[in-house]
């Protein structure tokens, strides 16, 4: 099941929700096999690259060694632990319609699969992605409750100039957010984690910056879409993602709304960067 044949499904009526079952049945050898060819790369360059709690999750789960995850079995481990599930959908969905799940606990899921050409570079997001990359934290629930309040919080936010501000928090946390921890620099956006390239460019090039997160600081910053980003923000551990309720970000959203932009390769002398070590660097 590669992305073009999405084409031939679109006189399907989709329901409301953009949920379609994921019918397991129908993926192809091939289709597991680029899943298992993706999931076995991924894990071995994630080894001292990505968080402990990512591996945690993805082991917890007991999912993906084999082949394409069944969701249904996925989801009795995600709702045991965090109340959270995976529906299936086509691909991107309405803004509107991604925010509502979230708030209600489940994370919208690509269900087809990349081609065997396409490893490294999908436009949209597909099974491997959403799965390898954002289930594994689904598990955990400091990180749990924080996407469903982005979800309440993007329904808030939607049709206002906000939401390109919250998506950019988005962005720079669950898709390429980086975290410090006693061993050193690790991954947790699944954006990094499902990438083939930019999980080791994130860590060891010399070339980003990375920024101690603060939540305003990225919600200013603009971001790349199809190269690798300029700027990671790096978590001070699990406890430093913002709380998103509508007052505290209702005053975060009227500071920001009084400052420029930020392009995403800027630094300010009131950054404080981090070494490719882990070190803090207070000012250039
Ligand atoms: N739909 N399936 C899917 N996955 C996403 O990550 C996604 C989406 N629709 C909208 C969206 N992301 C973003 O534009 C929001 O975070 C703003
Ligand atoms: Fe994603």
């Not at 959270?84 to 799940?101: E, Q």
Request: charged fraction near 25%; include cysteine; proline fraction near 5%.
């Amino acid at each position: 099941m590669v992305a073009a044949e999405l084409d031939l499904r679109s006189d399907v009526t989709l329901a409301a929700d953009f949920v379609v079952p994921q019918n397991h049945s129908a993926y192809s050898a091939k289709d597991h096999e680029v899943w298992r060819t993706l999931y076995a790369r991924q894990k071995d360059l994630l080894r001292g690259r990505a968080v402990d709690e990512f591996f945690d999750g993805l082991e917890t789960l007991g999912v993906g060694a084999e082949g394409i995850p069944d969701f249904r079995d996925l989801n009795r481990t995600l709702l045991a632990a965090t109340g959270w599930s995976v529906v299936a959908v086509p691909g991107l969905v309405p803004d509107d319609v991604f925010f509502t799940h979230l708030a209600e606990r489940r994370f919208p899921a690509g269900y087809w699969i990349r081609s065997p050409d396409q490893l490294d570079y999908i436009e949209e997001p597909d099974v491997f992605h959403d799965i390898f990359g954002h289930a594994p934290l689904l598990m955990l629930p400091r990180y749990a409750r924080y996407m469903e309040a982005y979800g309440k919080a993007g329904r808030e936010a939607a049709g206002t100039g906000r939401l390109r501000r919250l998506a950019r928090l988005y962005w720079y946390t669950i898709e390429f957010g980086l975290m410090r921890t006693p061993a050193g620099l690790r991954i947790f956006g699944a954006g990094l984690a499902s990438s083939g390239g930019e999980e080791a460019y994130c860590l060891d090039s010399p070339a980003p910056n990375r920024i101690l997160f603060d939540c305003e600081r990225a919600m200013r910053t603009a971001y790349e879409i199809d190269a690798f980003q300029k700027t990671y923000f790096v978590l001070e551990g699990w406890n430093a993602l913002p709380r998103l309720d509508s007052e505290e970000l209702r005053a975060r959203f009227q500071r920001v709304e009084r400052l420029p932009d930020l392009a995403s390769s800027e630094t300010l002398a009131s950054d404080i960067l981090v070494g490719r070590y882990g070190a803090l660097k207070e000012r250039r």
